[in-house]
């Protein structure tokens, strides 16, 4: 009972450390480094321990081999020598406390004594895949795939063949393994489950779905696979679906990364209210979540509540000062204001690997229009327009165009607006301004069939 009750301890305090670690500042760091250390001290300690009477047990034994049978029956096939079974609990053990490295030469004594022992060997082939040695990983598994004549283990064995192929980024041929797997071994809702999530990575999302209701057919509380669907989804812009096994998944789960994808779900259907609600629930779970600080900040930014905006900006720059989105976000709505002053003194403190990077070129080109720097602002335009991705490419000739309107251009000023719109169909500022333009230019007919294109979209 004391035994049980140390290992839901040492579990519970693992999972802590996963948990908070991660988004902990410099001095809680040293907090969860030292709890793991005092974690492993007394697992050393509780094995050293174990081993010490595992050979008090075999001398014991030795001594009055009638209180024991020699010999333990793990498997039908085969039996074990004692000690074998006591190196392989003692590597279970270690790899019970995920202590890896510690667990993977007690597999390796047990699988050269006991080559036919099929637990070994996958404990084994476990082992190296969870140190990331995973052609060896991969060497095991196929041999255990030859040797098993067990549906489970030969199952298994495809399924981690799959998994070694993900880790490796071959999603197409770890679809062959996982499809191999669930032939032999059909109610492995895992495996379900990773053939859905490499045809997601693969953006062969209708081809997806299938996958992921036949995982949750298995088990009905698994969240990720509601999440994948939510995300598949998503790209659809089927928001019903979207919103209906993204608040499944919560609440199986109330996982972060759910409650930031229900925000930026909301945020993206132009719900921002509802986007808000979710960014506050974010940071309530997270109090230092960067997304939720830029979250709130945005949803009150459109929702025209800009003094409050600034203020949630402010204070997520105050946790995390060189964050990129938070920095932009701030410069964007103080052009926006026509608070050029503070976007100059930024633009100044920027890391040089930035200044070339296309959302801040975008900023160059807007804040040189407004200090009426016409030249430096085309410059800046005309760099995103030499990019190669259509949306870069689009944002350059929509800045371009927002220069020459204001330098008179209009005509020339209208081609870059059509342009932009031509590489982005369903961006309506391009459209917009393109109107404007016709206005100017007095063809009032062009810039009724812009605003109505505008309204469509």
């Not at 063949?161 to 197409?172: F, M, N, R, S, T």
């Amino acid at each position: 009972m004391l035994q049980k009750q140390w290992i839901q301890s040492v579990q519970h305090a693992l999972d802590e450390i996963k948990t908070h670690y991660p988004n902990s500042s410099a001095q809680e760091r040293s907090k969860w480094r030292n709890r793991l250390l005092q974690i492993k001290k007394s697992c050393d300690w509780m094995l050293e321990s174990w081993i010490c009477i595992e050979e008090q047990i075999s001398q014991l034994i030795q001594k009055h081999p009638e209180l024991i049978v020699e010999e333990k029956e793990v498997e039908e096939e085969f039996f074990l020598d004692e000690s074998v079974v006591r190196q392989f609990r003692q590597g279970q053990g270690y790899y019970g406390l995920t202590m890896f490295k510690e667990a993977k030469p007690f597999f390796q004594q047990v699988v050269e004594e006991a080559p036919d022992f099929l637990l070994g060997q996958l404990y084994l082939g476990l082992t190296y895949f969870q140190e990331n040695e995973l052609e060896e990983a991969a060497r095991q598994f196929h041999l255990l795939r030859q040797s098993a004549t067990h549906d489970e283990f030969v199952g298994f064995a495809y399924h981690m063949l799959g998994c070694i192929l993900v880790k490796q980024g071959k999603d197409e041929e770890a679809i062959k393994q996982f499809s191999k797997a669930v032939s032999i071994v059909p109610d492995n809702g895992d495996t379900w489950f990773n053939l859905g999530a490499c045809h997601y990575r693969l953006k062969e999302y209708h081809a997806a779905v299938p996958y992921f209701y036949h995982a949750l057919a298995i088990n009905e509380d698994d969240w990720e696979s509601m999440y994948y669907l939510s995300s598949c989804y998503r790209h659809y812009q089927e928001w019903e679906s979207v919103t209906f096994w993204r608040v499944a998944s919560y609440e199986k789960t109330n996982h972060p990364r759910v409650i930031e994808s229900i925000a930026q779900d909301y945020e993206e259907m132009g719900q921002p209210e509802t986007a808000l609600h979710w960014y506050h629930r974010l940071l309530l779970h997270n109090p230092k979540s960067m997304v939720a600080y830029h979250g709130i900040a945005w949803n009150l930014w459109t929702m025209k509540r800009p003094e409050e905006a600034f203020l949630w900006l402010k204070k997520g720059l105050t946790l995390f000062p060189k964050n990129g989105d938070l920095l932009f976000s701030y410069v964007w709505m103080s052009l926006s204001e026509g608070k050029v002053e503070q976007v100059e003194q930024v633009m100044e403190t920027l890391p040089a690997e930035w200044v070339k990077q296309p959302i801040w070129l975008v900023v160059r080109s807007r804040l040189f229009t407004q200090l009426g720097h016409f030249e430096q602002a085309t410059r800046a335009a005309e760099q995103l327009i030499e990019q190669e991705n259509d949306s870069v490419r689009a944002m350059g000739h929509y800045q371009k165009g927002r220069t020459y309107l204001e330098m008179g251009r209009v005509s020339e000023a209208a081609e870059h607006f059509q342009e932009a719109h031509h590489l982005i169909k369903n961006w309506k500022d391009p459209l917009f301004f393109q109107g404007v333009c016709h206005l100017a230019e007095g063809r009032p007919d062009l810039t009724q069939t812009c605003w109505k294109e505008v309204l469509q979209v």
